[in-house]
Nanobody, 115 residues
Framework: QVHLVESGGGLVQPVGSLRLSCAVSGVNFRLHAMGWYRQAPGKQRELVANITSSHSTNYADSVRGRFTISRDNVRNTVYLQMNSLNAEDTGRYYC?????????WGRGTQVTVSS
């Protein structure tokens, strides 16, 4: 079975930083693209960033230059370094991957940006 477990969320003040982690099992991790998504209250889930198996990255316009996605193929973990956080970054963050065209999601980790 595919399992994704996110961690690292919390309450942070504006302009602060957080680093999210997502531990993945049940897939040949190094061969799979990974994505971070977020969902704010009352809004649809949106893509934040993704990273391919060859480490190519893509970011939403709203986070480009502030967030960095990376992966560790030894630890089967994908990270999201988030800097210069603001209130609009508040939401539940999920990591995701696809196996045989089926998407898999973790349960998410909550990020709240507030003073």
């Amino acid at each position: 079975q595919v399992h994704l477990v996110e961690s690292g969320g919390g309450l942070v003040q504006p302009v602060g930083s957080l680093r999210l982690s997502c531990a993945v099992s049940g897939v040949n991790f190094r061969l799979h693209a990974m994505g971070w998504y977020r969902q704010a209250p009352g809004k649809q889930r949106e893509l934040v960033a993704n990273i391919t198996s060859s480490h190519s990255t893509n970011y939403a316009d709203s986070v480009r230059g502030r967030f960095t996605i990376s992966r560790d193929n030894v630890r089967n973990t994908v990270y999201l370094q988030m800097n210069s956080l603001n209130a609009e970054d508040t939401g539940r963050y999920y990591c995701s991957t696809t196996r045989q065209s089926v998407p898999y999601w973790g349960r998410g980790t909550q990020v709240t940006v507030s003073s």
